[in-house]
């Protein structure tokens, strides 16, 4: 049997890089004060099939099926909806005030995996309901900037860009479409298709013949409100006065239809990251809660992608592989003093001392060899001698010094070394 294509296992060996990163995310939240929501991987399938979401992500890529009810589910692709969803149907929107939530989690797409994108991958966001604001929107760039940042991730770039109102918007959508229907012809086949039903979403081609394209064509700022322009700048001052590097990309549409104003992704430039550098984005949505049944109210958010974020600090030799290693190891000289030895152990974990305990009967010197294989630094020793005198040794394994001392000095040398 072999896992499924597009999925991944995580191994005892990388598992501690995963329980580094979510707790990095908790941390982070707590800190901005942050309430965490989690919501099913599989809502209704309207919840994400709505009639104003064209994007590839719905057209193409969902996991849908028909469950022993002959109900329509999807396997969720994104976080937002289904958080948007869960808000409007407990009630959790109260009027004047800002709901800040966040999600960790899997989502599913049916695409063609590559390095550092699967059809299983999990992602962390950020949902802010109730007022729109640019200081909230700057706010909310912070974060997530944060979030990468305090990893150690190097070259890290906000691309930003203002899609502005929905009347905006399909104004330029509308001139953008006249712009290249003379030249359709020499369009990509999926360019050709999205001039149809997304023209937008052509901006955002990684096929270098329609960038060529597009280099004269309309700017997206000139059809944007002299009041969304007055909010856009404000957003970029205070994202300049708390030193958040970022760069004005016009080409920039996100890949959610939902999106309005302000839209991120957040960059890094590292060789070796693949096709896209994004790890995650997000943006400002003004019609998604209402659309799910909610008051009309703005809301803003973002995903990074977990997998992208632990691509990156492999690519930068950032390992967390020491986050949970064993401090020490308790070894039983033989197996008549195994309980004595499983009782230092059990008090070494009651006192947050990260320890391990060789549960077999293999001799010593074996139990030896699997804590030096295991890297461990230090090793605790019981024989019959030390049960008698109340004493252990201790072994440095990396100095091979060892010296004797009493079971209660335990704690005191373990937590001075």
């Not at 770039?157 to 502005?164: I, R």
């Amino acid at each position: 049997m072999q896992k499924v294509k597009g999925t991944y296992d995580v191994l005892p060996q990388h598992s501690s890089q995963w329980l580094f990163l979510e707790q990095h995310i908790h941390q982070i939240m707590k800190k901005h004060h942050i309430s965490y929501v989690r919501t099913p991987v599989f809502e209704y399938y309207d919840v994400f099939h709505r009639q104003t979401e064209a994007s590839d992500m719905v057209t193409k890529e969902t996991y849908d099926f028909d469950d022993r009810g002959g109900r329509k589910i999807t396997l969720r692709p994104e976080g937002t909806a289904g958080v948007i969803r869960s808000i409007v149907e407990n009630k959790l929107i109260t009027p004047n005030q800002i709901l800040k939530t966040y999600y960790l989690g899997a989502n599913y797409r049916y695409e063609r995996p590559q390095k550092g994108r699967y059809r299983e991958f999990y992602q962390t966001g950020i949902e802010m309901i109730g007022e729109k604001d640019a200081m909230l929107d700057a706010e909310l760039i912070q974060i997530a900037y944060e979030l990468i940042s305090k990893l150690g991730i190097q070259h890290i770039v906000v691309k930003l860009n203002h899609l502005g109102d929905v009347n905006s918007r399909e104004a330029y959508k509308d001139a953008l479409k006249a712009f290249l229907e003379p030249l359709k012809d020499q369009l990509s086949d999926e360019s050709k298709n999205r001039l149809t039903t997304n023209p937008l979403r052509i901006l955002d081609s990684k096929i270098p013949s329609d960038q060529a394209l597009l280099k004269d064509a309309p700017h997206f700022a000139s059809y944007i409100s002299d009041e969304d322009k007055v909010y856009f700048k404000e957003i970029l001052e205070i994202l300049t006065k708390y030193n958040i590097p970022f760069e004005v990309d016009e080409k920039l549409v996100r890949g959610l239809d939902y999106y309005s104003h302000v839209v991120f992704e957040v960059q890094t430039q590292i060789e070796g990251f693949g096709s896209q550098n994004a790890l995650g984005g997000g943006g400002r949505y003004d019609n998604l809660v209402s659309e799910l049944g909610g008051p009309d109210v703005s809301g803003i958010g973002f995903a990074l992608g977990l997998e992208r974020l632990l691509l990156a600090c492999e690519l930068q030799d950032i390992s967390f592989d020491d986050v949970n290693n064993i401090e020490v190891s308790v070894l039983h000289l033989d197996k008549h003093v195994k309980k004595e030895a499983y009782e230092v152990y059990k008090f070494l974990l009651e006192h947050q001392i990260k320890a391990d305990f060789d549960f077999s009967n293999k001799a010593f010197k074996t139990q030896l060899k699997n804590a030096i294989q295991s890297n461990i630094p230090y090793v605790i020793i019981i024989g019959e001698e030390e049960v008698s005198n109340k004493t252990v040794q201790i072994k440095n394994l990396n100095t091979q010094t060892q010296e004797t001392i009493m079971q209660d000095e335990i704690l005191n040398y373990m937590n001075k070394k």
